[in-house]
């Protein structure tokens, strides 16, 4: 490279205002430790193979708070000692691997040195003296043994595409056989007409859920019959549809088996997708949708479909529970996290089940595109619920909570006055309403824009009242509760006086509602929470008349 395009570059590197866990500025106005260039070194090039990314930078030269350009006299005995580090770095290093380049900037301001580190090979995590390096935002850090396992998981066999010995078309349903065709043809409407004179096993080979003829495991998930797992067999295909109770008993079940192709849409029309009533600002009529947006729900199942480590013998679970639904399956979550994978919207560089996953994409049931857990997020961002919730705690799974129901008020409020704000932010709100801690500079972040209240790390999302008046008295009154907190006002008047009327309940409520509301708005929110305690919840029932109201406790 020349020196304007390495000008170019370090200009675009200093305009990243969020942290960037592949780039690393250092003052390094005199000197810099051997060993901790080797950290960086291990922790910069595995971080870049995490994020997709071809190579990081190491910089020296830049303040990284302000990056402001200090200049470095690191090495200043000429290029040759700069190209020296190299082998230094090398002799430590997994594979030998070293920089690909090391580039001595001379700029008005200063001396600038850019490291330009490789990302680290498909399946070998890079260690430096025998530790593997990884970040923590802004901070070195050990690798985590789960990103280790990732990157190792990188050049493992693909299962999926593993022949299933003795397995005939056969074994295959005529019913999902034709649901493939159909799939197909929307995929690819050019295909139209031409596949229809396509043999089973052409199509299954142009669908590429077969291989030369020969039946494969994805094969076998997608359009098997139901007896035809014994082929996959010690591996599990099973998708379980769980119902529960408020008190997490479990209400009912059904197990459904492959063909997965049609047998997930059985499992999804399980779902209970209830209406939901809210009522918005400035108007007397409630609005109604469904609990769950259908492409966030499908893409949840689908993407646990594509994604489940079979191999582990464990099944798929949805778990539905009156106003959340979970989603569960085996297999670690491979690109690191949900920021990581919003932030890339674009397909990882590799797949767990390329073959399984290249074969839903042409039946039509996820899009290896990329993309699809941004839109997750945005569906439900323009539906102004919360944001779909990822459980990556345990290094063998991963868990998606989808809630169907308003958390904070506030929250919904501000998405609805808000429109412009950016995803990132919207992530880092309702990681505020779930009462999820934020590092301190996403907190920062948000107290600038005058987006949230509280003493941090106990933080609440403002009302748009608060941002425009900053009156803390005025923002009180306006501000209002988790609905939860109406409903246990409302139990615990019933269950220390035996029943309440409905000027009992509003001379309980209505004071306490937020004044953002008038008077009607506030008798039609009681009517909503006494609805939804009545029939929903079953916390209380009605004893008397429509006329005249009393309330008991339903048990």
């Known amino acids: 490279m020349n020196k304007q395009e390495l000008i170019n570059i370090l200009d675009n590197l200093r305009q990243i205002t969020t942290e960037s866990e592949c780039v690393e500025f250092k003052h390094a106005e005199r000197d810099f430790h051997f060993n901790d260039i080797g950290k960086y070194f291990s922790a910069l090039s595995n971080e870049a193979n995490l994020k997709w990314k071809d190579f990081g930078w190491l910089i020296f030269g830049i303040d990284n708070a302000t990056k402001k350009i ?85 050049n493992k066999p693909d299962w999926s595409a593993g022949v299933c010995e003795g397995a005939t078309t056969d074994d295959l349903d005529t019913v999902a056989i034709t649901k493939a065709r159909s799939e197909y043809k929307i995929k690819f409407p050019d295909s139209v ?46 998708i379980s549809w769980i119902l529960r109770d408020e008190r997490n008993s479990d ?78 399956n085996a297999g670690n979550f491979i690109p690191g996290s949900v920021e990581k994978a919003i932030e890339q919207d674009a397909p990882p560089r590799f797949y767990r089940n390329n073959f399984l996953a290249t074969a839903m994409a042409n039946l039509n ?18 539906r102004f619920f919360p944001l779909p919730t990822y459980i990556l705690d345990h290094v063998d799974a991963v868990t998606v909570k989808i809630t169907g129901k308003i958390i904070d008020e506030n929250y919904t409020r501000l998405l609805t006055k808000k429109t412009d704000l950016d995803i990132n932010t919207v992530i880092l709100l309702d990681k505020v309403q779930k009462k999820q801690k934020l590092e301190k500079a996403a907190y920062q972040l948000l ?38 907190h109406y409903i246990k006002m409302i139990t615990s008047f019933i269950e220390k006086y035996r029943s309440a009327s409905r000027k009992d309940i509003d001379d309980l409520v209505l004071d306490k509602l937020s004044n953002v509301l008038n008077d009607k708005q506030k008798k039609v929110k009681i009517n909503n929470l006494l609805y939804e305690m009545t029939n929903k919840k079953k916390i209380i029932k009605n004893i008397g008349s429509d006329a005249k109201p009393e309330w008991v406790l339903f048990k």
């Open 70 to 154: 200090v200049g470095s006299k690191y090495r200043t005995q000429g290029k040759r000692t700069l190209d020296s580090l190299k082998k230094e770095i090398a002799d430590k290093t997994t594979g030998r691997i070293s920089f690909i380049e090391i580039y001595p900037l001379d700029l008005p301001e200063g001396r600038v040195i850019m490291f330009q580190i490789p990302a680290a090979p498909k399946g070998m995590p890079i260690a430096w003296d025998g530790h593997y390096y990884g970040r923590e935002g802004e901070s070195l850090a050990p690798l985590s043994i789960q990103e280790i396992e990732l990157i190792r998981s990188q």
């Open 447 to 484: 107290k600038k824009q005058r987006l949230v209240e509280g003493r941090y790390p106990n933080l609440f999302v403002v009302s748009e009242i608060a941002s425009i008046t900053g009156n803390k008295a005025t923002y009180i009154k306006n501000r209002a509760f988790d609905k939860e």
């Open 365 to 382: 049931m996820i899009d290896t595109r990329g993309g699809g857990i941004r839109k997750m997020f945005e569906l439900q961002r323009g």
């Open 251 to 328: 209400k009912d079940y059904e197990h459904f088996f492959p063909p997965f192709l049609v047998n997930s849409d059985k499992a999804l029309a399980k779902i209970r997708n209830l209406r939901y009533r809210y009522l918005p600002d400035n108007t007397l009529f409630p609005v109604e949708i469904n609990q769950y947006d259908s492409y966030v729900i499908r893409e949840s199942l689908h993407n646990c479909i594509a994604h489940q480590d079979y191999e582990k013998k464990s099944r798929i679970s949805i778990v539905e529970k009156p106003d959340e639904l979970i989603f569960d």
């Open 193 to 238: 007409g031409e596949s229809d004179t396509w043999n089973d096993i052409t199509f299954l080979n142009k669908a590429k859920v077969t291989l030369q003829g020969k039946i494969t495991r994805t094969a076998i998930i997608l359009l098997g019959k139901s007896e035809s797992d014994q082929y996959i067999s010690p591996a599990v295909a099973k």
